[in-house]
Nanobody, 117 residues
Framework: VQLQASGGGLLRPGGSLKLTCTAS???????????MGWYRQAPGKERELVAG???????NYADFVSGRFTISRDNSRKRVYLQMNSLKPEDTAVYYC?????????WGQGTQVTVSS
């Protein structure tokens, strides 16, 4: 089941962006119990977990987030969000959503986030 990530863009350091993940092909009763995550892959680097949220909305963040990002979910809309503040050039990457831990056949195209002055 693919998950569509959207909301990326080009912005300057210190800016904010909100990413949206939509599980359009997943029915509510399947989506709601799933733990979900945001991941990213920078050029030349491995894909890494950015943040995860459980079905009960407990959250976990990678150390590099340092309080700058917030993951949330809206089960009624089958969506997961990633609010990113105080963005840095090193946050430049393609951002993906998937289950947490990830499911191989659920990677979508991702959304590009570029932070540059």
């Amino acid at each position: 089941v693919q998950l569509q990530a959207s909301g990326g863009g080009l912005l300057r350091p210190g800016g904010s962006l909100k990413l949206t993940c939509t599980a359009s092909r997943m029915i509510f009763s399947v989506f709601a119990p799933k733990n979900m995550g945001w991941y990213r892959q920078a050029p030349g680097k491995e894909r890494e977990l950015v943040a995860g949220i459980t079905s009960g909305s407990s959250v976990n963040y990678a150390d590099f987030v340092s309080g700058r990002f917030t993951i949330s979910r809206d089960n009624s809309r089958k969506r997961v969000y990633l609010q990113m503040n105080s963005l840095k050039p090193e946050d430049t990457a393609v951002y993906y959503c998937n289950t947490w831990p990830p499911t191989d056949n659920s990677w979508g195209q991702g959304t590009q986030v570029t932070v540059s002055s």
